[in-house]
């Protein structure tokens, strides 16, 4: 198992499957599979299919602390970067078929409907980590605040989950349940930043007392 | 001191003639042309369907003044996204878990302020009158649309039969019920599918719909089953 993710077959492995999705919905549409509603069960999946990927995004910092498997590091980016992929899909499926690709119009929906405003703000948070992925980017502005950047990919899931509760006219089970995943998700770095912080304070009181 | 103002429309942006009465060819030239230019023709024809009816046993209509010239959504489509909560609540449930729902034997009670009150059976409620069938494009509000062919007549044919008394005022509809069969109800939309293509079969066999012109939304039409 080990060998085979710190092998070089392994992120191509990520990479085709994570293009299945996309796939899944081209096939669907060349076999007029798209539902009565193609634009809105478009919208739906390419939307589905953002929260999922971020979701796996955040999985992976606590699956290898956890399962102690560091090669799954080399995941993170292109699941990430996936989850830009499906959100600019979701963003186009709007901005065209809803919008006409009319920039203005889209402002104002932004401005008028909640959902939409978390929606295009989790969006907008999304491109600069999506830009800022490369190792160049990493040297270019230094670890911290590389970090810093990165680190809002947790309000873009939050507000991912609310834009979806916030559309969702009746049924919330969905929603919900992918704001419990990331909420678990969250939860474990808040339990994890708590623990190494009384760590440093304890191991400050003890280096003052040994002096 | 007067002021005027240039108008803001001359006559050049006037839209041609021979366009405005074909208004609708032309919005879904101007849409299908826009979405197009950006997918393919492939993503367009999916948005325009063609439609193909399978009859099993076909109920014998009447052609209807009320009508569309237009291209019938397929049975796949309309018959795969419903809200029937009582089936569950995904647009493809109904289709999925309603598969054994009985609709034969099926009969409407009419009771209350009427000379007869009265059950119909199903095959008594087809004899009443010709059925006409009449094509509906639908709209909803989130901007798209089906067309779909329904079956049946004018709810009046029923209710001068049963003859109402001068005092009625309003007609109930009162939707059928049953937990067994139906593994989510639980909730207060229950309307139920009818024969979409005169056609009896499983899920969506007969069963009797009420459709009212006016306030046609799709998910908040208020179907009454009696």
Redesign the interface.
């Given at each position: 198992m080990r060998k085979f993710l710190a092998g070089k077959w392994a992120k191509v492995f990520v990479f085709l499957l994570s293009c299945v999705p996309l796939l899944v919905l081209i096939w669907r549409?060349?076999h007029?599979d798209?539902?009565?509603?193609?634009?809105?069960f478009l919208q739906h999946q390419t939307g589905d299919w953002t929260l999922r990927f971020l979701i796996f995004t955040l999985c992976i910092t606590p699956f290898r602390k956890v399962l102690n498997l560091p090669e799954l590091i080399r995941f993170r980016r292109i699941l990430g970067l996936f989850a830009f992929f499906y959100v600019s899909l979701h963003f186009l499926t709007y901005l065209?078929?809803?919008q006409?690709?009319n920039l203005a119009g889209m402002l104002k929906d932004v401005v008028k409907r909640p959902f939409i405003t978390v929606g295009f703000a989790a969006f907008v948070l999304l491109i600069p980590i999506a830009i800022t992925s490369t190792a160049g980017w990493v040297r270019r502005l230094g670890g911290k605040r590389w970090q810093a950047i990165h680190r809002s990919i947790y309000l873009c899931a939050i507000l991912g989950v609310i834009h979806y509760y916030w559309l969702v006219?009746?049924?919330v089970r969905e929603p919900l349940f992918y704001g419990f995943l990331v909420g678990i998700l969250l939860l474990w770095r808040f339990t994890e930043w708590l623990i190494k912080r009384r760590a440093a304070a304890l191991a400050h009181t003890t280096a003052i007392r040994t002096f | 001191m007067l002021i005027k103002n240039k108008p803001e429309l001359t006559y050049v942006d006037v839209t041609p003639k021979n366009l405005y009465f074909n208004r609708r060819n032309f919005l879904r030239g101007l849409?299908i042309a826009?979405?197009a230019t950006?997918?393919g023709e492939?993503?367009a024809s999916?948005?325009s369907?063609t439609g193909s009816i399978q009859a099993n046993s076909k109920l014998a209509t009447v052609k209807s003044n009320y009508t569309v010239e237009e291209k019938v959504?397929?049975e796949?489509?309309?018959t795969?996204?419903n809200n029937f909560?009582e089936f569950g609540?995904d647009?493809?449930d109904p289709a999925k878990n309603a598969q054994n729902f009985r609709t034969s034997p099926w009969s409407v009670s009419v009771e209350g302020e009427v000379k007869t009150p009265r059950k119909f059976s199903m095959d008594e409620i087809l004899k009443l009158a010709p059925l006409e069938e009449r094509i509906y494009r639908h709209r909803?509000v989130?901007?798209?649309s089906?067309v779909v062919p329904w079956i049946g007549y004018s709810l009046s044919t029923i209710l001068k039969f049963v003859e109402p008394l001068p005092k009625a005022k309003y007609v109930a509809f009162q939707t059928f019920y049953d937990a067994k069969q139906m593994p989510h109800s639980y909730?207060t939309y229950v309307r139920r599918n009818s024969s979409q293509s005169g056609r009896r079969s499983g899920a969506h066999g007969h069963s009797l719909e009420v459709r009212l012109q006016k306030h046609q939304v799709h998910?908040e039409n208020p179907f009454a089953i009696v």
């Open positions: 549409g060349f007029n798209l539902t009565a509603n193609p634009v809105e065209g078929p809803d006409s690709f006219k009746s049924d | 849409s826009g979405a950006l997918v492939r993503f999916i948005l369907h959504t397929s796949n489509d309309v795969h996204y909560y609540t647009k493809g909803c989130e901007r798209w089906i909730n998910r």
